[in-house]
């Protein structure tokens, strides 16, 4: 009986080792998984300014995106500058489209503006999107920088950002003869009516803002701080961080609802 019972107790106890083990590889490889999926975050994000924020109690997945320096187009900017390209951001917002893992897009702006082809390009796809977008300007978000910032379903600025609002420049030589100007002024209607029709300025308010001649010493144009882009109607509202992810969840749960 001793011997029997002796060796039920060694059974029971090596049992109780095996689980042990087992659970401390579960737990093992639940860690290591944590750090793997936390290890592509970071990577992401430094890579491509980008990251999935999927750890708050509503469930929703919102895409982080930002839109930061210089907006490069066909041209390399150089080394030594910060850039968004638009050739990476166009099929990252197409698979944002298509994807089912993907409720919002936050949209976070610091940027001097850059290539116009580029930025309305990138500001009319932002546009398309079904999902819903929210945008926050923070440091700046100047030149074609301003499409991009109305483009999203509501918007947001901090109080010591600025939105600077300008004609349209070229660089490089430029042919002095009608057609030119003609397509000069062609391509700031395109950036006029769009600005205008995704945000409540009237077009002549905006011209006048961008024609101004008080405010910029060697150059026409406006430099608007938060409150003022928002009195002017540019921007939705004064906000940070906190109120654009609030505004955010508030439209994707009014899109889930409605669909």
Do not use: W
């Amino acid at each position: 009986m001793e011997i029997a019972e002796k060796r039920l107790n060694e059974t029971l106890l090596e049992n109780r080792k095996e689980n042990n083990m087992s659970n401390q590889n579960e737990k093992k490889k639940e860690n290591d998984d944590e750090l793997e999926a936390k290890k592509y975050k970071d990577e992401k994000i430094e890579k491509e300014s980008q990251v999935t924020l999927d750890e708050n109690n509503n469930n929703h997945r919102i895409h982080l995106i930002t839109i930061i320096g210089e907006i490069e187009g066909h041209e390399n900017a150089g080394n030594q500058s910060k850039v968004t390209k638009y050739e990476l951001l166009l099929p990252q917002l197409a698979s944002i489209e298509d994807s089912n893992e993907v409720d919002g897009v936050l949209l976070l702006l610091n940027t001097m503006g850059g290539d116009v082809e580029a930025g309305l390009a990138i500001a009319e796809m932002i546009a398309s999107l079904s999902k819903p977008t929210v945008s926050l300007v923070l440091g700046g978000s100047h030149s074609i920088g301003v499409p991009i910032a109305v483009s999203t379903n509501y918007s947001f600025i901090v109080p010591t950002g600025t939105m600077v609002v300008h004609p349209v420049r070229m660089n490089g030589m430029v042919i002095g003869v009608p057609q030119t100007f003609n397509y000069f002024r062609e391509v700031q209607n395109r950036i006029t009516s769009f600005v205008c029709s995704h945000c409540k300025i009237a077009k002549e308010r905006y011209e006048e803002l961008m024609m101004e001649t008080e405010v910029l010493t060697k150059d026409v144009g406006s430099v608007l701080e938060g409150k003022e882009a928002v009195k002017e109607g540019i921007i939705c509202e004064i906000g940070g961080i906190s109120q654009a992810v609030a505004k955010l969840h508030e439209l994707i749960y009014k899109d889930k609802a409605q669909n």
